[in-house]
């Protein structure tokens, strides 16, 4: 009798710390999980460059390791006994303590020939593989071992997966606004690694309590195992898939333009995750009603923003609006999902086909769609299948539906058509918004019928896929983003944009003649000051870091000795193509093209450059590797000593100039800066635009040749902590 009422009171305890200490050690491993992501991502940046597909090919590495987590989280559970699991699993975190601190190994070197995704992967599997597989089994294997304990819903324990996905969203949003600001990535990782050895406490211990099988007198429901039939997982693989695809896709628009840095990555992550907090709650935080009328009026929207003519909006504006957008279609998928769990019993199941989905939409945004694809039409893609989910209800489609929903497609399609045609400038916004307005109000009136809604939303997407409202001369896609090629009639010019950014500009004139550099380039420009200087002139070998249409290359004097270094083979296979620009078939033909990350190319030749233009900075994607104090040393190696540096930094979101300055107060440098934006440009050339440069060089006179123009300004550094690859928070540039 005293041994059966110790063993009752010993399950009451373990029935009060259970809880405690299973979501203590789910909340510890989410957030290492989490956190490492944006972790890694920044330490591989200067190995493959600042690309938003850098962070779209890691979602995708995450998203199959977690697979193969849960898969085998499935296994083992399945296979093998409570105590064998737990020796196993200790072995697996034990086995991952090798791979700490976390690092890039110095040896590793991308080769711009081969696919700059897959060697993503490689890096990814490399660096981080091991501890991020055995974390990401976590979550599944500590909810099957808490069915085996005392604890409160054990028969039922999804509320886990709760805690798991808050500890998540604290560990994305504490790296940019907390860690990365205050903390170089070195220190991160350490602590890191602490609170991973610490987790791995945690784990024995819910081992140890999910030995003990429960009691007969404190046992709930027994845990039953349904038959899962195959359509219930194509379910949930096209719910899972929607919410991962959507992310990725607005991560890859705001990251395309504001640039790829962990903030902009785990913003829209923190969100996808969050949605998984309030669906997995067991909770009820709007009525459904709510939910499916808000999950209507976000499809709407997504509908337009995705669509070219809608490209009116400032970045930041944009990533406002997809904020709440994004929260509501995945909490939307999610609370579905949850809906539609089966029992505790088929448990690591359901979650191995919900990582499957996520993956699967890691894969179509990462691989699949820039393989296959010239234009982006991933948003496109998962907003339809969003409003697919729509179909998941009873209603039946009958002909009248149909027919309305065709008709508000076509509607707003042709305002649209009729206001990128017609109207220009302020016209054109008031016109798109009241055609979202009228969008979004018709579907709120029909958001009884889902299927109407459905149709009006894929006949949108649909019909805007076989128009092309630019008449583009080229257009493809690569790791790197989307390249376009297009003609203004009007100012009879060409134009070169990679994502949003303008890149070259060439009269249409010039393709059979010696053309004139235009864009920032253009001849009253300071890098054309520069390049035209007398000592510019005299300078012998000059280098060009970011190719661009090759608009520099006609400012190469006879005799000189000319190279362009561009990480994207793309880039050069446009600018060399005559049918496309002829500046460098004019002006520097034989001028070879190194390809790949300018510091790793630059730091693996023996050249020696009297002017090094560092032309990086212009796009708004900033690689931050490139402007370090690690980087800008590495420039002075390979510059004369008299030489200069030129660092082009006109800029939409970032003033650059203030971490240039303190890098040149930290290497003892002169530096000065020119900023044209101001200036009157009537007597320029049709498509030249205003810049900002900043020169720098050991050379004092190099300077003051320049500042007697009283066009230069010397640049001050304040004191505030320099940028090195240790540490480099973007935000702090921001305008």
């Given at each position: 009798m005293a041994h059966e009422t110790e063993r009752n009171d010993k399950a009451m305890d373990q029935k009060l710390i259970a809880p405690i200490v299973f979501s203590v050690s789910i909340f510890l491993s989410a957030a290492l999980l989490f956190f490492v992501q944006p972790l890694f991502a920044k330490l591989v940046l200067p190995k493959i460059g600042g690309a938003s597909g850098v962070w779209t090919t890691a979602m995708l590495f995450f998203q199959v390791v977690l697979i193969a987590g849960y898969v085998y989280s499935h296994l083992i559970t399945r296979l093998l006994p409570v105590k064998i699991q737990l020796i196993v699993h200790g072995a697996f975190w034990a086995a991952s303590l090798a791979f700490l601190p976390l690092a890039v190994s110095s040896n590793w070197l991308y080769d711009p020939e081969q696919?700059?995704?897959?060697?993503?992967?490689?890096l990814f599997a490399i660096g981080v593989g091991v501890p991020f597989a055995m974390l990401?089994?976590?979550?599944?294997?500590?909810?099957?071992?808490?069915?085996?304990?005392?604890?409160?819903?054990?028969?039922?324990?999804?509320?886990?997966?709760?805690?798991?996905?808050?500890?998540?969203?604290?560990?994305?949003l504490s790296f940019p606004l907390l860690a990365e600001p205050l903390l170089r990535i070195s220190q991160i990782s350490v602590i890191w690694s602490?609170?991973?050895?610490?987790?791995?406490?945690?784990?024995?211990?819910?081992?140890?309590?999910?030995?003990?099988?429960k009691t007969e007198t404190l046992q709930g429901p027994s845990t039953r195992e349904d038959k899962i039939a195959i359509s219930d997982i194509g379910i949930w693989l096209l719910i899972a898939f929607v919410p991962s695809s959507l992310m990725l896709s607005i991560t890859t628009k705001i990251s395309t333009d504001l640039g790829s840095f962990p903030l902009v990555w785990v913003i829209p992550l923190s969100i996808y995750i969050l949605s998984f907090v309030l669906a997995f709650s067991n909770r009820t935080w709007i009525s459904d009603h709510l939910s499916n009328t808000l999950f209507v009026?976000?499809?709407?929207?997504?509908?337009?923003?995705?669509?070219?003519?809608?490209?009116?909006?400032?970045?930041?504006?944009?990533?406002?609006?997809?904020?709440p957008l994004l929260l509501i279609v995945a909490f939307y998928a999610h609370k579905l999902l949850y809906n539609l769990r089966p029992s505790a019993g088929n448990l690591t199941v359901f979650y191995i086909t919900m990582s499957v989905g996520g993956a699967l939409g890691g894969l179509f945004n990462?691989?699949?769609?820039?393989?296959?694809?010239?234009?982006?039409?991933?948003?496109?893609?998962?907003?339809?299948?969003?409003?697919?989910?729509?179909?998941?209800?009873?209603?039946?489609?009958?002909?009248?539906?149909?027919?309305?929903?065709?008709?508000?497609?076509?509607?707003?399609?042709?305002?649209?058509?009729?206001?990128?045609?017609?109207?220009?400038?302020?016209?054109?916004?008031?016109?798109?918004?009241?055609?979202?307005?009228?969008?979004?109000?018709?579907?709120?009136?029909?958001?009884r019928k889902p299927t109407v809604v459905f149709v009006a939303v894929s006949f949108l997407i649909l019909i805007n896929f076989?128009?092309?409202?630019?008449?583009?001369?080229?257009?493809?896609?690569?790791?790197?983003?989307?390249?376009?090629?297009?003609?203004?009639?009007?100012?009879?010019?060409?134009?070169?944009?990679?994502?949003?950014?303008?890149?070259?500009?060439?009269?249409?004139?010039?393709?059979?003649?010696?053309p004139t550099p235009l864009s920032y380039y253009h001849p009253q420009s300071p890098m054309a000051q520069v390049l035209t200087s007398e000592r510019g002139k005299a300078s012998e070998t000059i280098g060009i870091v970011g190719l661009g249409v090759g608009s520099l290359a006609c400012y190469a004097q006879t005799g000189q000795d000319w190279h362009f270094y561009e990480i994207d083979k793309t880039v050069d296979q446009i600018a060399r193509d005559t049918s496309l620009f002829t500046f460098m078939h004019h002006c520097a033909p034989d001028a070879p093209t190194h390809l790949g990350d300018a510091r790793i190319v630059l730091d693996d030749q023996d050249l020696l450059f009297d002017v090094l233009v560092l032309d990086a900075y212009s796009s708004d994607a900033i690689p931050v590797h490139l402007i370090t104090l690690e980087a800008v040393q590495l420039y002075l190696r390979r510059l004369s000593e008299d030489g200069i540096l030129v660092f082009h930094i006109s800029n939409r979101y970032y003033d650059i100039a203030p971490p240039l300055a303190r890098i040149a107060g930290k290497l003892g440098i002169h530096a000065a800066i020119?900023?044209?934006?101001?200036?009157?440009?009537?007597?320029?050339?049709?498509?030249?635009?205003?810049?900002?440069?900043?020169?720098?060089?050991?050379?004092?006179?190099?300077?003051?040749?320049?500042?007697?123009?009283?066009?230069?300004?010397?640049?001050?550094?304040?004191?505030?902590?320099?940028?090195?690859?240790?540490?480099?928070?973007?935000?702090?540039?921001?305008?």
């Amino acid at each position: 009798m005293a041994h059966e009422t110790e063993r009752n009171d010993k399950a009451m305890d373990q029935k009060l710390i259970a809880p405690i200490v299973f979501s203590v050690s789910i909340f510890l491993s989410a957030a290492l999980l989490f956190f490492v992501q944006p972790l890694f991502a920044k330490l591989v940046l200067p190995k493959i460059g600042g690309a938003s597909g850098v962070w779209t090919t890691a979602m995708l590495f995450f998203q199959v390791v977690l697979i193969a987590g849960y898969v085998y989280s499935h296994l083992i559970t399945r296979l093998l006994p409570v105590k064998i699991q737990l020796i196993v699993h200790g072995a697996f975190w034990a086995a991952s303590l090798a791979f700490l601190p976390l690092a890039v190994s110095s040896n590793w070197l991308y080769d711009p020939e081969q696919s700059t995704a897959l060697q993503t992967l490689i890096l990814f599997a490399i660096g981080v593989g091991v501890p991020f597989a055995m974390l990401s089994a976590n979550a599944p294997l500590l909810q099957a071992w808490y069915t085996r304990t005392n604890g409160p819903s054990a028969d039922d324990p999804y509320f886990l997966y709760g805690a798991s996905n808050f500890g998540s969203l604290l560990a994305l949003l504490s790296f940019p606004l907390l860690a990365e600001p205050l903390l170089r990535i070195s220190q991160i990782s350490v602590i890191w690694s602490f609170v991973f050895v610490l987790f791995g406490v945690f784990l024995i211990i819910c081992g140890l309590m999910a030995r003990h099988e429960k009691t007969e007198t404190l046992q709930g429901p027994s845990t039953r195992e349904d038959k899962i039939a195959i359509s219930d997982i194509g379910i949930w693989l096209l719910i899972a898939f929607v919410p991962s695809s959507l992310m990725l896709s607005i991560t890859t628009k705001i990251s395309t333009d504001l640039g790829s840095f962990p903030l902009v990555w785990v913003i829209p992550l923190s969100i996808y995750i969050l949605s998984f907090v309030l669906a997995f709650s067991n909770r009820t935080w709007i009525s459904d009603h709510l939910s499916n009328t808000l999950f209507v009026i976000s499809l709407a929207v997504l509908s337009m923003l995705f669509i070219p003519y809608m490209n009116l909006i400032s970045t930041s504006v944009t990533a406002l609006i997809f904020a709440p957008l994004l929260l509501i279609v995945a909490f939307y998928a999610h609370k579905l999902l949850y809906n539609l769990r089966p029992s505790a019993g088929n448990l690591t199941v359901f979650y191995i086909t919900m990582s499957v989905g996520g993956a699967l939409g890691g894969l179509f945004n990462s691989i699949i769609a820039p393989t296959f694809f010239d234009t982006v039409i991933e948003g496109q893609v998962s907003t339809l299948l969003a409003a697919s989910l729509l179909l998941f209800t009873r209603n039946k489609l009958k002909p009248w539906m149909f027919l309305v929903g065709m008709v508000i497609a076509v509607i707003i399609f042709a305002g649209g058509l009729y206001q990128y045609v017609v109207l220009k400038d302020i016209q054109q916004r008031i016109v798109s918004f009241g055609l979202l307005a009228i969008f979004m109000l018709v579907l709120f009136l029909l958001r009884r019928k889902p299927t109407v809604v459905f149709v009006a939303v894929s006949f949108l997407i649909l019909i805007n896929f076989s128009v092309d409202l630019k008449p583009t001369v080229f257009e493809d896609r690569s790791f790197f983003g989307k390249h376009t090629v297009v003609d203004n009639t009007e100012e009879n010019t060409r134009l070169y944009s990679n994502g949003t950014t303008l890149h070259g500009i060439q009269r249409l004139t010039d393709m059979d003649a010696d053309p004139t550099p235009l864009s920032y380039y253009h001849p009253q420009s300071p890098m054309a000051q520069v390049l035209t200087s007398e000592r510019g002139k005299a300078s012998e070998t000059i280098g060009i870091v970011g190719l661009g249409v090759g608009s520099l290359a006609c400012y190469a004097q006879t005799g000189q000795d000319w190279h362009f270094y561009e990480i994207d083979k793309t880039v050069d296979q446009i600018a060399r193509d005559t049918s496309l620009f002829t500046f460098m078939h004019h002006c520097a033909p034989d001028a070879p093209t190194h390809l790949g990350d300018a510091r790793i190319v630059l730091d693996d030749q023996d050249l020696l450059f009297d002017v090094l233009v560092l032309d990086a900075y212009s796009s708004d994607a900033i690689p931050v590797h490139l402007i370090t104090l690690e980087a800008v040393q590495l420039y002075l190696r390979r510059l004369s000593e008299d030489g200069i540096l030129v660092f082009h930094i006109s800029n939409r979101y970032y003033d650059i100039a203030p971490p240039l300055a303190r890098i040149a107060g930290k290497l003892g440098i002169h530096a000065a800066i020119r900023s044209d934006l101001s200036d009157s440009n009537a007597n320029w050339e049709v498509g030249s635009t205003a810049s900002v440069v900043v020169v720098a060089s050991r050379d004092p006179e190099w300077i003051e040749h320049l500042s007697e123009t009283k066009q230069w300004n010397v640049l001050q550094a304040d004191q505030k902590p320099v940028w090195t690859d240790d540490y480099a928070n973007l935000l702090s540039a921001l305008k």
